[in-house]
């Protein structure tokens, strides 16, 4: 456990990876595939997300190598991962303490693309749209 939470703080210190493996985290993505694998769809449908734009953030996960894909298009957490993922275990708040200071403007950027299906750059700083 200690060289996946190890990995995780390596992948934070990479900004576009960082916010979305934090975005995920803190939308419930990584808790929900703790149940198994689901498509983006369902797992969209399920957090209130939009999928495409959450496929996308799954697809970072698996470049950083906490997600992996599973047969019929859908993701799943790395083998031995559901603990790492626990929302009620000792290492979940782990995972980004401290970090969260330093990215909470561009996190709540990401959040907001993927609750309202916006591209990135529509969103405000702090997440809202800009008026036009």
Do not use: N, Y
């Amino acid at each position: 456990m200690k060289a996946r939470m190890a990995a995780w703080g390596a992948v934070l210190d990479v900004p576009d990876e960082a916010l979305a493996l934090i975005a995920l985290r803190e939308q419930g993505a990584f808790a929900a595939l703790r149940e198994g694998p689901m498509s983006a769809a369902s797992l969209g449908a399920q957090l209130e997300v939009a999928p495409r734009r959450l496929r996308s953030l799954l697809d970072v996960a698996c470049i950083a190598g906490f997600l992996r894909r599973a047969p019929e298009g859908r993701f799943a957490l790395m083998p031995g991962d559901e603990a790492l993922f626990d929302p009620a275990g000792p290492f979940d708040r782990q995972l980004v303490h401290g970090r969260l200071a330093d990215i909470f403007g561009q996190r709540a950027k990401l959040l907001q693309t993927l609750r309202t299906d916006m591209p990135v750059d529509a969103a405000g700083p702090g997440g809202e749209a800009d008026p036009e």
